[in-house]
C-alpha cells in the first residue's frame, strides 16, 4: 500500500533517500510553503549564478517596490489598481498584489482564471470574452464556484448566451461591458454600448458591475506629453458612454482600464475606478524604450526586476558570443534583449536554442561556462515560456514560484 504522502516525506527523510529532490515542508522567508516548487528545494539558497540556465529570475527587492510604488501613486490619485495577471501567471505575486491594496487580479484567458483559482486567488475579473458555448459553460461554473469572479461581454448574443449558461449553473454571474478603446475588442461606445449595458442589467441571472475599456495602443506611445494625451483622449466616447449609463440608472461600479503606461494619468478620466496593470511589476525593453515623465528616454517610473540568466556556452570567435538563451528562452520579440552591464552588446535570440552577442567592447572577458543577464524584450510572453521563476535577493535564490498560469492560454 503506497504510504500517504506526509508520511512518505518523513520517511525519505529518515532514510536520506532522495531527500535532496523531494519537498519537505519548511518556512522560506515568509513565502507559504505550497509557493515554493518540489523539485526546485535545491535551488533556495544557492547563488542566483549557480542556478542551471537559461533561468527566468525575479528581483524580489525591485518587484516587491514596484508593487509598492504602483499602489502608493494610484491612493494618491484616488483610484484602485486591478492589475493584469496575463504578465506574470503566477499565484504568489497575485497574493503580493492583493495584500498591497489591489482590488482584484484580471486575467485574459479562461485557463488564467482557473488555474489562478485554484491556486487560491478570488477576486478576478476576466478581460475577454467567452465566445464558444463549452468556454462560456466553463466561465459559469467557475462563476459558481468562486462568486467573485467577473466576466467580460461586447455582443448582445453572448450576453444572453452566459445568462442562459448562468442558468444552467445555478448561478448570477458578475458582467462588465467591454467598451472598445481602439478597434482591437469591446463593444464601440455610444448607443449599442449602452443597449447592451441595459441588456445584461435586464437578463436573468447576469448582474451587470460596470465596463471596461482598456487603451492597448497608448500604453507605449513614446514621450509622456503625448502618451497622457493619447489615453484621455482615446477614452472621451467611453466617458460619454459611461454617463449615458448612469443616466439610464445602470451599475457603473467599475470603470477599469489603463496600464503601466498611463497608470498615473488616467484618474483624470471622470468616473474611472481602477488600472489593470501588468507589465510594472517586472518591467521589460518594449516598456524602458517608451520615455518618462521628466523627458528621460529610458521609462523609470518602475524597475526592471524580470531578467533571463544564461549561460556563455562559446567564447572562441572575436567580438562574438554563444549562450544557451534563444528564442525558445526569450522570444523573438523587439527591442532585442538587453545585456545587464553591457551597453554595447547587441544580443539576438534568432536560434531556437543559441543566443548570439556581437560587440566591439565589453567591460568584461566571458569565459565559457560564465553566466550572462538580460533584461526581456516584452515580459508576458517570456514568463509563458518558464515553468518557475526564481525569485532571488540579493544573489541569492530565496524561493522558487511555479508559474501557476504558465501555458492555460485555452
Ligand atoms: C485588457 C488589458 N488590460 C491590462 C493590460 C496590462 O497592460 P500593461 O502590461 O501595459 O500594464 C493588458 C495588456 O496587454 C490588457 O490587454
Not at 500500500?1 to 531527500?19: C, I
Not at 503566477?90 to 483559482?117: D, H, P, S
Request: net charge neutral.
Amino acid at each position: 500500500m503506497p504510504l500517504p504522502p506526509s508520511s512518505r516525506r518523513v520517511f525519505l527523510a529518515a532514510t536520506g533517500a532522495a531527500a535532496a529532490s523531494v519537498w519537505i515542508p519548511r518556512p522560506v522567508k515568509g513565502y507559504a510553503h505550497t509557493e515554493v516548487r518540489a523539485a526546485s528545494l535545491d535551488d533556495v539558497g544557492i547563488s542566483k549564478w549557480e542556478i542551471d540556465t537559461p533561468a527566468l529570475c525575479v528581483d524580489l527587492d525591485r518587484l516587491e517596490r514596484n508593487i509598492a510604488k504602483m499602489q502608493a501613486a494610484v491612493r494618491k490619485n484616488g483610484i484602485a489598481t486591478r492589475p493584469h495577471a496575463k504578465t506574470h501567471k503566477t499565484a504568489a505575486i497575485a497574493r503580493l498584489q492583493l495584500a498591497a491594496g489591489a482590488i482584484g487580479i484580471c486575467t485574459a484567458k479562461l485557463g488564467e482564471a482557473e488555474a489562478l483559482f485554484a491556486a487560491g486567488i478570488e477576486p478576478l475579473c476576466m478581460t475577454t470574452s467567452n465566445l464558444s458555448p463549452r468556454k462560456i459553460r466553463r466561465a459559469m461554473q467557475l462563476a459558481k464556484a468562486n462568486r467573485q469572479f467577473i466576466q467580460a461581454v461586447d455582443a448582445a448574443g453572448n450576453a444572453r448566451d452566459l445568462s442562459a449558461a448562468a442558468r444552467e449553473a445555478g448561478v448570477t454571474a458578475d458582467i462588465v461591458v467591454d467598451v472598445a478603446v481602439g478597434t482591437r475588442s469591446g463593444i464601440p461606445p455610444g448607443d449599442d454600448a449602452v443597449a447592451l449595458a441595459k441588456l445584461v442589467d435586464t437578463l436573468p441571472n447576469l448582474k451587470l458591475r460596470g465596463l471596461l475599456s482598456y487603451d492597448g495602443g497608448a500604453q507605449h506611445v513614446n514621450g509622456f506629453a503625448a502618451r497622457k494625451e493619447r489615453a484621455l483622449k482615446g477614452l472621451e466616447g467611453n466617458v460619454e458612454t459611461r454617463e449615458a449609463m448612469k443616466r439610464a440608472g445602470l451599475s457603473t461600479e467599475i470603470f477599469s482600464g489603463g496600464g503601466t503606461g498611463t497608470y498615473s494619468v488616467q484618474h483624470l478620466t471622470p468616473g474611472f475606478t481602477d488600472v489593470q496593470v501588468g507589465s510594472y511589476v517586472f518591467m521589460d525593453m518594449q516598456y524602458l524604450a517608451i520615455g518618462s515623465e521628466d523627458g528621460d528616454a529610458v521609462y523609470k517610473d518602475f524597475e526592471p526586476s524580470l531578467t533571463v540568466v544564461a549561460t556563455v556556452l562559446n567564447n572562441r570567435f572575436p567580438g562574438r558570443l554563444t549562450t544557451d538563451a534563444g528564442a525558445k528562452a526569450l522570444t523573438l520579440n523587439v527591442p532585442r534583449p538587453g545585456v545587464v552591464g553591457e551597453p554595447g552588446m547587441d544580443y539576438n535570440p534568432g536560434s531556437d536554442e543559441f543566443g548570439v552577442i556581437t560587440f566591439t567592447e565589453a567591460r568584461r572577458t566571458y569565459r565559457m561556462g560564465d553566466r550572462i543577464e538580460m533584461i526581456v524584450p516584452h515580459c508576458d510572453p517570456v514568463v509563458n515560456l518558464y515553468d518557475q521563476m526564481y525569485g532571488v535577493r540579493g544573489d541569492k535564490v530565496e524561493v522558487v514560484w511555479p508559474i501557476t498560469a504558465r501555458g492555460r492560454s485555452q
